[in-house]
């Protein structure tokens, strides 16, 4: 099976567990950011995670360092059928547990060479996404189960040009898991309800590259630059289908393919600014270019026609994102930001297994230093997604000529908490 730019995208639908940044994309690389909702990202040298949006800043560590945090996501994504097919209640295709909660992970390791470079090492994800509805849910042609699954390893390195002015370059090793199953749902053809209609899943690895810039106006401003490429991940997958034969269906048999996915390229500018010795203020423009995104098809060896097609129409997306820290004591910095998300997705093309919308993050949250050499940080996002409402036609009775869709109205909103511990040496 293949699928041409995008296997990801048909596949995705809310997370990081629902991922909770634009489509499948993370933000959740650390939690020193979290707190501000991951403003100045690319200009703000907290930790070792630096590695992970702007490989320049680790020419301002004059130690080593190791930063490892998590982050727990808890989606609240509800379905409400406003429309049902077949003469089912509208009723009959609400939905509030699609997306489970979910933890992310990362760790990261910056080295100084010397007084010009530095090398730098990081383990974390850009992209994820986990739905599921139960597997005779009536409109389980477009709902059944998706899940992807990334992890990046990060090489970084960094050279300090001068006083003012530093670059860095990172190689990525991405590895990626993905699955999509549908099911038949309600027919007039007499298929069971949970009677799969197809079966996706493989896994792979790509390889990436990644650049930044810091330029320091003077020790209180500063601003930064970066930009991570697209990940092409090309592997070997299986499809299946539980259809009978007698109507062009694999019956269970499992067939071998090829699977290609396009991971977006991701590009961010900041800016960092000490206002006073307590306050500061940060800011970021981020830009993931989802228009490489445009449609999943699938292919099995033996046909030259799809067996899986979905069209996605994605758009590139804009993050803005403002937030400041307050450093009250010695001990305790305060953080706090605010950022609007804009979703990629189509209007006319949204779906309940990509229930994606432009959202809201309102974070707060801290860092408390036990010592000169470890500290620990703190923080708590609020995510507040606009309501959809949208019509989605059924593949199943579109593979076989009808014209048959399911109305809804959509909401997404989640919570994400996190915790992350850094020493220096």
Do not use: C
Request: aromatic share 12%; hydrophobic share 40%.
């Amino acid at each position: 099976m293949k699928f041409t730019k995008t296997l990801i995208a048909a596949s995705l639908a809310v997370v990081s567990a629902d991922s909770f940044a634009a489509a499948f994309q993370l933000a959740e690389q650390n939690v020193s950011g979290l707190g501000r909702a991951y403003a100045g990202e690319a200009a703000v040298a907290d930790d070792a995670s630096v590695v992970a949006r702007n490989p320049a800043l680790m020419s301002l560590f004059k130690d080593k360092q190791i930063s490892v945090a998590g982050i727990a996501v808890i989606p609240d994504v509800s379905l409400k059928g406003q429309s049902a097919a077949y003469g089912l209640d509208a009723n009959s295709i609400d939905d509030d547990s699609i997306a489970p909660s979910a933890f992310i992970p990362a760790g990261y390791f910056t080295m100084p060479l010397n007084d010009k470079v530095s090398l730098g090492f990081g383990a974390f994800s850009n992209f994820g996404l986990s739905t599921e509805f139960n597997d005779d849910y009536a409109a389980g042609s477009i709902a059944g189960e998706t899940e992807i699954v990334t992890v990046n390893m990060n090489a970084s390195a960094s050279y300090k040009i001068n006083e003012q002015f530093s670059v860095g370059l990172g190689l990525n090793y991405v590895y990626a898991d993905a699955k999509v199953v549908r099911n038949a749902g309600a027919n007039p053809f007499g298929i069971p309800a949970n009677t799969q209609i197809a079966h996706l899943e493989g896994d792979d690895y790509g390889f990436g590259w990644n650049v930044g810039a810091m330029y320091q106006l003077d020790e209180n401003n500063r601003f930064g630059f970066s930009y991570r490429s697209e990940t092409d991940i090309d592997f070997e997958g299986e499809y299946s289908n539980q259809l009978p034969a007698a109507v062009g269906g694999l019956a269970g048999m499992t067939v071998p393919g090829e699977l290609k996915l396009t991971l977006p390229a991701i590009a961010e500018f900041s800016g960092s600014h000490q206002l006073d010795k307590k306050l500061g203020v940060h800011y970021s423009i981020l830009w993931t270019g989802w228009d490489s995104f445009q449609k999943l098809e699938a292919y099995t060896p033996s046909r030259e026609t799809p067996v899986f097609s979905k069209e996605e129409n994605f758009s590139d997306s804009m993050r803005y994102s403002i937030g400041t820290d307050y450093q009250y004591s010695d001990a305790l910095l305060l953080r706090a930001g605010i950022a609007y998300d804009e979703s990629p997705a189509d209007q006319s093309h949204l779906s309940i297994s990509i229930p994606d919308t432009d959202r809201f993050w309102f974070s707060f949250g801290g860092n408390y230093a036990f010592s000169e050499n470890s500290n620990i940080d703190l923080g708590v996002s609020i995510l507040r997604g606009k309501t959809q409402n949208f019509t989605e036609k059924d593949s199943l009775a579109a593979s076989l000529g009808q014209n048959v869709s399911w109305e809804y109205e959509s909401k997404g909103h989640a919570v994400l908490l996190g915790a992350q511990y850094n020493y220096t040496f």
